[in-house]
């Protein structure tokens, strides 16, 4: 049976979902899923010993505890624990003489992450309690200090001029990089990390050569999530959209900042009262505008550095292509040619003549035309992966015609909503007829 349209969750609650977010989420044993990563409200809910870390290296140097009762819940139930490593592992890397490269071992990682998830929200769902196993909490918890060691060497690689998809490492280099950046010290500055030695590095061992010491258990991964391949799509779906909404959301502020400099630089010559109803739009697509929580900070930074952080997610990028996603940064190449574009030119012109001088219009056309365009293929791709998720979740297809309301709802004010509170509908009314997609935006 197929979870039905009327039946989806909504706002953060679809949220969750499409990003496979269960941080909140309590256990079998009662304790959240995310543990640090859960909000404030439901770790006080919950009883956590902490103690000073008792290992050396970087964490004897800290006063930040570690929490014994998330360990406490790895350590008992670790052959399990590897065993599910293991099983989403066999799925996502092919055997062979060479090391996997760094890129794939995120991958993989990442794909265990969503296992909670997925077990919770597919329907019917997988777990007969609805409760999530202690050993697949304790996976989890494990495979999220996995992911952000093999994400940030990966970074770190690329940095020293390394191509994604050859970058590789060693499991002792990947301990060594965990020990040397910080990385065992959690960035909110509250815990350190509580997996002893000799176990993160069996999880590094298992995750990058897939061998290991201890007894693997994969009974209950084997059980749970059944197919592997319904499962990794699914996974991938939400590692795929979590990537893209880090380039859409950084492209959409940087267009409508674009389109925002274009009116700032011809401000003088404008009616004062568009120009001040216009910076109100941009403060507030700047606040409520489509956003990811995990992006915040890099709005403090440049364009530039935005662009080339949004380029590196774009490269992780199963599907769909990274290219195409990647044209979203490219002025060059977001569809802003052609007959459609001129004739976008002559009514935005033309509806603009009360406001301004018809050759700063101009210039603005092509700016609101890009924002638009950008917005146009951002939709069609959240179709995309959109229906990929629902598929293996054997939840209802989804509508295209409703996108561009759910990606609203779900992430935050569109581009053409600042559009349309700058310029009026005649802008978007005219879009939608050049590109033919009025049934997406």
């Given amino acids: 049976m197929t979870r039905s349209r009327s039946s989806f969750p909504t706002g953060a609650d679809y949220r969750r979902v499409l990003l496979a977010d269960v941080n909140d989420l309590l256990d079998e044993d009662g304790r959240p899923i995310g543990e640090i990563r859960a909000s404030e409200a439901v770790r006080r809910t919950v009883r956590s010993a902490y103690v000073l870390c008792p290992y050396a290296g970087s964490r004897s140097r800290t006063p930040r505890l570690m929490n014994s009762s998330a360990l406490d819940q790895v350590t008992s139930n670790w052959p399990t624990v590897l065993g599910l490593l293991n099983y989403v592992r066999t799925g996502c890397i092919t055997e062979s003489s060479r090391p996997p490269p760094l890129i794939d071992l995120a991958r993989t990682a990442a794909a265990a992450l969503t296992v909670p998830a997925y077990l919770i929200y597919s329907e019917p769902c997988r777990l007969r ?181 949004a380029i590196g997610a774009a490269s992780l990028l199963r599907n769909p292509d990274p290219l195409r996603v990647r044209a979203m940064l490219g002025h060059e190449s977001c569809g802003v040619s052609g007959e459609g574009v001129d004739k976008f030119k002559r009514s935005f012109i033309a509806s603009m003549q009360s406001q301004m001088p018809d050759e700063i219009s101009r210039v603005l056309a092509e700016a609101v035309f890009r924002a638009l365009v950008l917005e146009c293929e951002g939709v069609h791709i959240f179709f995309d992966l959109q229906s990929k998720l629902h598929e293996a979740l054997n939840w209802t297809p989804p509508s295209l015609a409703d996108a561009p309301a759910v990606l609203a709802s779900v992430f935050g004010v569109l581009p053409s909503e600042y559009v349309t509170t700058v310029f009026g509908s005649g802008p978007l009314s005219e879009f939608k007829q050049t590109r033919g997609q009025g049934q997406s935006l």
């Fill in 129 to 309: 309690s609805r409760s999530i196993p202690a050993a697949v909490a304790a996976a989890h918890k494990m495979c999220a200090g996995l992911f952000g060691l093999c994400k940030n060497r990966l970074l770190f690689q690329i940095a020293q001029g390394s191509r994604y998809e050859e970058a590789t490492d060693s499991v002792a280099s990947l301990f060594r990089y965990a020990e040397e950046s910080g990385a065992l010290l959690s960035r909110t500055g509250m815990e350190a990390c509580a997996g002893p030695p000799h176990l993160m590095a069996e999880a590094l061992g298992l995750l990058a050569v897939g061998n290991c010491q201890s007894k693997l258990d994969t009974r209950m991964a084997e059980r749970l999530i059944g197919c592997r391949e319904v499962f990794l799509n699914y996974a991938y779906a939400v590692i795929d959209l979590t990537l893209w909404l880090n380039v859409f959301v950084i492209s959409c502020h940087d267009n409508v900042g674009n389109v925002q400099y274009q009116l700032e630089e011809v401000s003088g010559v404008c009616d004062p009262e568009f120009v001040n109803r216009a910076r109100a739009a941009a403060i507030d697509f700047r606040l409520k505008g489509c956003s990811d929580p995990t992006l915040s900070g890099l709005f403090q930074f440049s364009e530039a550095v935005r662009t080339q952080y």
